[in-house]
């Protein structure tokens, strides 16, 4: 062992923690047999940066083959997350397009700092806003959102399910919309743009705490998916997710719903939890074609576990 090499025992630390990093990622691959697997498969970021770090050690030690090994998870890792700063394949919004900004911010129930979200909003003057974790106390407090935002429908719960949509633009057929097997509300309507008319649906899908609320929000995916792809006009669909992309039943979802992520080609833009170097990407802002996203941006805290994001988009 040579000066300033790692000692035999943190060697042998970082080849267990290949192996064992190595099984995890590969069973991320088969979520469908436990939840643990499934949210694993949210964090493929998370497992790059332990590679790496095994990486780095393996190869000061000198550990070739080892340090090989580190390299080929790390790079397994990050296949899927690379493609995500690539420059969107999508459309962009025409020159002369009617622009629409839409912000959507999970604010967390117990939060109390109602007055930096309210900054948020008077600062970006987005046309559409999208909260969720709504209680009776948020809708106190954010009663001047109303006179400037004249189209609103606002769901509030004292749990963690409350909804609240908000519009300069001509909102009609403001609705709940109860979404899989457990009757979780979620906000659609009409939006009458320039270009003609949108559904805009605000969605919450239960958070897969354990194997019932995994397969429950699951059942949640399909029936929004079935809905979106059921209609006959655009659709975007804001929220938090509670699934990253990279998840399989997001995928499912957004393949059944034919959408696309407004966050293509400006990176993963990592959402929950609001801490640096820990987040995953789990609150978003879909649309259908013929919709176009431009300008995604992941907001600075508002004092919830989440991140507000939003996004500018067109009908044409």
Known sequence: MTAGSPSPAILRLA???????????????????????????????????AFLACFLVLAIAGSRRWAFLAATGLTASLVPVVPWYFPATEPQPSADANIVEILVSNVYVDNPEHAKLIRLIEAELPDVVGLIEVNSRWLRELESLRSKYPFHFEVPDEATIGLALYSRLPLSNARILRVGETGTPAIAATMELPDGEIEIILAHPLSPIDADYARHRNAQFLALGRYVRGLNRPVV????????????????????????????????????????????????????????????????????????????????
């Open 15 to 49: 080849q267990s923690f290949v192996v064992l990093l190595g099984i995890a990622l590969a069973g991320t691959r088969f979520g469908e047999l436990h939840v643990v697997l499934d949210n694993l498969s949210n964090f493929p970021l998370h497992f790059a940066a």
């Open 237 to 316: 669909l804001a929220g938090d997710l509670n699934a990253t992309m990279w998840n399989r039943n997001y995928r499912k979802f957004a393949e059944l719903g034919r959408l696309h992520n407004a966050r293509a080609g400006h990176g993963i833009g990592p959402t929950w939890p609001a801490v640096p170097l820990l987040g995953v990407p789990i609150d978003h802002i879909l649309g259908t074609a013929p919709i176009r996203f431009r300008n995604f941006h992941v907001r600075e805290s508002v004092g919830s576990d989440h991140l507000p994001v939003s996004a500018e988009f067109s009908l044409r």
